[in-house]
Nanobody, 112 residues
Framework: QVQLVESGGGLVQAGGSLTLSCAPSESIFDFNYMGWYRQAPGARELVARISVGGSTNYADSAKGRFTISRDNIAVYLHMVGLKSEDTGVYYC?????????WGQGTQVTVFS
């Protein structure tokens, strides 16, 4: 069973920054995609993801403010210019073909 260990959430003032990290129990390069999803009241939505080849996708709301990156150990989501609407539980996701694994979630709260 793949495990995803997340860290880096917290309470931050609007305009501030946070970096989330997600370390899988298997090699990052064993997954087609790894990414971050946000769940506020409502559906869980994609924030950003990175493919095994290194290509990235971002939600429109994240473009220009969030950056997803990786090294051999973890995937990172660096968030700057945080807004109150970025508040939610952020879940790390790992995808391999039709299978998905999720982290336990980390809370990000942006206050003004």
């Amino acid at each position: 069973q793949v495990q995803l260990v997340e860290s880096g959430g917290g309470l931050v003032q609007a305009g501030g920054s946070l970096t989330l990290s997600c370390a899988p129990s298997e090699s990052i390069f064993d997954f087609n995609y790894m990414g971050w999803y946000r769940q506020a009241p409502g559906a869980r939505e994609l924030v950003a993801r990175i493919s095994v080849g290194g290509s990235t996708n971002y939600a429109d709301s994240a473009k220009g403010r969030f950056t997803i990156s990786r090294d051999n150990i973890a995937v990172y989501l660096h968030m700057v210019g945080l807004k109150s609407e970025d508040t939610g539980v952020y879940y790390c996701n790992a995808n391999r073909l039709s299978r998905n694994w999720w982290g336990q979630g980390t809370q990000v709260t942006v206050f003004s």
